[in-house]
C-alpha cells in the first residue's frame, strides 16, 4: 500500500505559477496528477514515469505544466505556470505500481493509489 500526500495548492491570478508536490510513502512505476472542476468529471493532467522520467500530456497543459519527480525523496510535482481561471480545480496525485499494457497513460482504471487532493483557484 502506497500512501500519497499532496501539497502547495491555493489561490491565484490569472498568469501566475503554482508548483504542487505529491510525497509517496514508496516507489510506483508511474505517478500522475488529475484534476476535478466542481460540476465536471475528473480529468488527466499529466503523468511521469518513475524509471525513465518520460512525461505525457493532456492537450489543454501542454508548454504550460510541467511534471517531474525526485525518486530519492519518492516525491512528485507539477509546476504550473501561465495558470488560466479554467485551470480551477481541485488536484489529485495518483500512483501504479506497475505497467498496464493497451491503456492510455491517463487512464484512471491503471492508477491504483490517490491521494486526497489540493485545491488550485486561479481568478481572472
Known amino acids: 500500500q502506497v500512501q500519497l500526500v499532496e501539497s502547495g495548492g491555493g489561490s491565484v491570478q490569472a498568469g501566475g505559477s503554482l508548483r504542487l508536490s505529491c510525497a509517496a510513502s514508496g516507489y510506483t512505476y508511474k505517478m500522475g496528477w488529475f484534476r476535478q472542476a466542481p460540476g465536471k468529471e475528473r480529468e488527466g493532467v499529466a503523468r511521469i514515469l518513475s524509471g525513465s522520467g518520460n512525461t505525457y500530456y493532456t492537450d489543454s497543459v501542454k508548454g504550460r505544466f510541467t511534471a517531474s519527480r525526485d525518486n530519492a525523496k519518492n516525491t512528485l510535482y507539477l509546476q504550473m505556470n501561465s495558470l488560466k481561471p479554467e485551470d480551477t480545480a481541485m488536484y489529485y496525485c495518483?500512483?501504479?505500481?506497475?505497467?498496464?499494457?493497451?491503456?492510455?497513460?491517463?487512464?484512471?482504471?491503471?492508477?491504483?493509489?490517490w491521494g486526497q487532493g489540493t485545491q488550485v483557484t486561479v481568478s481572472s
Open positions: 495518483a500512483a501504479s505500481p506497475r505497467v498496464y499494457a493497451g491503456r492510455g497513460p491517463l487512464d484512471e482504471r491503471t492508477y491504483t493509489y
